[in-house]
């Protein structure tokens, strides 16, 4: 009989998620919420599969990783609700939260710094009103305010430009600068922006600790750091 933990989530193959999996495979049963699962096959968008998924599992907790994430490509469907960008970060984020409101399970949201606007001059604070300025960032804002809205235990842990200690066939932000230097293609760096960049391997263990401690509420979960782009790019 198997002493792991039964954990519910979405994004485990990503970016993120596969390092949470990497690092705690022999502690966690992972279950993944995934179109590509050629076991069960899950579309968040669609509210029936993910309250049948939910509501059939043992697990306590959701870990909910999956989001449409490319800012770029968020701008460009800005104001479509019938886009990629709107149904996987809030349809489907909404599918999940009524399934863990109705089974009670703890919901952990991985959120962005993208839902604030970037102009306050020292680091944001849990206590920040969001006020995003695009597209992507108000998407995850309008998941943010669902997932607060629950009656049953839930946990937003804001992180932001991860990356992690090895290369994926996606690449991180480390991932793409490197690319770009040796390409000789990186444009000037501003030194007026500034950010505090996630090390993925580190969030992972913060994931665990949210578990373990079933710590709630809304947790900054990036570098305790603060970097400018020129910064970050030159070391």
């Known amino acids: 009989m198997s002493n792991k933990i039964a954990l519910l989530g979405t994004g485990l193959s990503g970016l993120v998620g596969s390092k949470f999996v990497e690092l705690f495979t022999s502690k966690y049963d992972f279950d993944n919420f995934d179109l590509t699962n050629p076991q069960r096959p899950i579309d968040i968008t ?3 599969q993910v309250a049948t998924a939910i509501t059939n599992s043992p697990a306590k907790f959701m870990v909910h990783m999956a989001a ?3 800012v770029t490509g968020a701008w460009l469907q800005t104001g479509d609700k019938n886009g990629p960008c709107w149904q996987v970060n809030v349809v489907g984020t909404k599918n999940i939260v009524r399934a863990c409101q109705k089974t ?4 952990i949201h991985i959120s962005t710094a993208y839902v604030f606007d970037g102009i306050k001059t020292t680091p944001y604070l849990e206590t920040d009103q969001p006020h995003p300025i695009e597209w ?25 430009q991860p990356f992690r200690s090895d290369e994926l066939s996606r690449p991180d932000v480390v991932g793409k600068i490197m690319a770009k230097l040796k390409a000789g293609s ?3 760096q501003f030194t007026d922006h500034t950010f505090g ?3 993925i391997d ?3 263990q913060v994931l665990d600790w949210v578990i373990r401690t079933q710590a709630t509420g809304i947790w900054h979960a990036t570098s305790n750091e603060t970097w400018t782009d020129f910064k970050f790019a030159q070391t």
């Open 46 to 48: 669609h509210p029936q």
């Open 68 to 70: 449409f994430t490319d």
């Open 104 to 107: 009670g399970k703890h919901l």
């Open 136 to 160: 992507y960032g108000q998407t995850k804002a309008e998941a943010e305010s669902l997932v607060t809205s629950l009656d049953s235990p839930w946990t937003i842990l804001r992180i932001d």
């Open 186 to 188: 990186l444009p000037p």
């Open 197 to 199: 960049p996630t090390y």
């Open 202 to 204: 580190d969030f992972a």
